[in-house]
């Protein structure tokens, strides 16, 4: 895939946009995460997914404004998802199955054809949002996830991006 090549890609009822992350964009990326999931990452990693062609980090706006991201690891034609997130102000609108739904279109145009995923048991937004997409349950990994003294189970989804 060609990361330098920053386009684009798709509009949606006039004012949604789709489309790859800017180096200057990563501060709001990174906004929306540190305010809105209760895991915080190091804004080091998001420059890294901009550079390394390993990864894909691309963003929905909402007029102006960046709403919300998906953050991928790509091994040949497979793909993780390792982060889809909304901004806690616009959630429960629909904005997510455009992020993710547009996801789909462009991981299909550069022929990745299956994509994983790992999510808390306990997050039940997101799990009706994957299976809604497709995505089937394959595995569990026992207390996959630990924060605040608690030990959450993983579900393993994956859907063939066919
Ligand atoms: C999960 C998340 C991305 C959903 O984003 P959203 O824009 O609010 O979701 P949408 O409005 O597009 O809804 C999409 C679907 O998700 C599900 N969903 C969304 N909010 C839900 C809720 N509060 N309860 C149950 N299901 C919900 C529904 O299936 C919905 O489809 P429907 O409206 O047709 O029934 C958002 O809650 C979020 O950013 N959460 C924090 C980050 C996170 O947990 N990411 C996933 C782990 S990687």
């Known amino acids: 895939m060609q990361r330098n090549i920053r386009k684009k890609i798709s509009t949606y009822k006039e004012n949604l946009n789709y ?14 995460i540190k305010y809105g999931y209760h895991i ?12 390394n062609g390993a990864y894909i ?13 998906i953050a991928i690891q790509k091994i040949k034609d497979e793909c993780d998802i390792i982060m889809l997130i909304i901004d806690q ?8 199955k455009f992020l993710l739904g547009e996801t789909l279109n462009y991981l299909k145009s550069y022929g ?8 808390a048991a ?16 394959f595995s569990e990994r026992l207390a996959y996830y630990k ?15 066919s």
Do not use: C, P, Q
């Open 19 to 32: 489309r790859e992350a800017k180096y200057d964009e990563i501060d709001k990326i990174n906004h929306i």
């Open 40 to 51: 915080k990452w190091d804004k080091d990693f998001f420059y890294k997914m901009i550079d």
């Open 57 to 69: 980090l691309n963003i929905i706006k909402l007029e102006d404004e960046i709403i919300g991201f």
């Open 89 to 96: 102000k616009h959630r429960g609108k629909g904005y997510s």
């Open 112 to 119: 990745i054809k299956k994509i994983f995923l790992d999510v």
């Open 122 to 137: 306990t997050n039940h937004s997101a799990i009706n949002l994957y299976e809604k997409f497709g995505f089937k349950k």
């Open 147 to 161: 924060y605040d003294n608690l030990e959450i189970d993983a579900i393993s989804y994956r859907l063939v991006n």
